[in-house]
């Protein structure tokens, strides 16, 4: 293998969750704070949470207020709390043939723990080694480098065994910080703008999880 360690986020990397949970729950909080607007659509949802961001989003472009915040975010958690995503064709096998080489596990995503958790034991049947999810204090959480510095610190690694793997922005700033090596998972990309910006910024760039799989194992 290339690396010891993947730090892998989870929506849109290894599950596809937007489409089918954190996009529908926006579009419910939408419906139900602001009922006279129409809710933006899938590609403009996703643009948004690429830039600004998806706080950026709720506060400065939707205007919701604390307690606003506060309701769009129980919305979420029920429908994350009720649906399973699924993962993306390839990544259990992935997963599996890198933890039985030996390879660790790092999670760091804007997901809560407890669901990363439960993604991985009802999709592979495993789970990750570390997670550092949305449930972490803010200043822990990606795009702050805590993570990396953590998983490097916990399993005595350095840098170049280290691959970081993200589909959006907040990954790519975050190993940028500590000059990790990062993927773009452009499986997941919808997005012209978003696609290309990956492309040119990132380390490497996979289109499918079949050709990561070829470079990760050296294939």
Known sequence: MRYRCLILDHDDTVTKSTPDIHYPSFVEAVRTLRPDMEPPSLEEFVSHCFNPGFNELCRDIMKFTKEEQECQYQIWRSYTKSRIPVFYEGVKKLLKEFREAGGLISVVSHSESQQIRRDYLHNCNMEPDLIFGWDMEERQRKPNPYPIYETMKRYNLNVKDILVVDDLKP?????????????????????????????????????????????????
Request: glycine content about 6%; some cysteine.
């Open 171 to 219: 990954g790519l700033d975050m190993a940028r910080k500590c000059n990790t090596e990062f993927a773009g998972a452009g499986w997941s990309h919808i997005v012209p703008e978003i696609r290309e910006y990956m492309k040119i910024h990132s380390d490497y760039y996979f289109n499918t999880v079949q050709d990561f799989t070829k470079f990760l194992f050296l294939h």
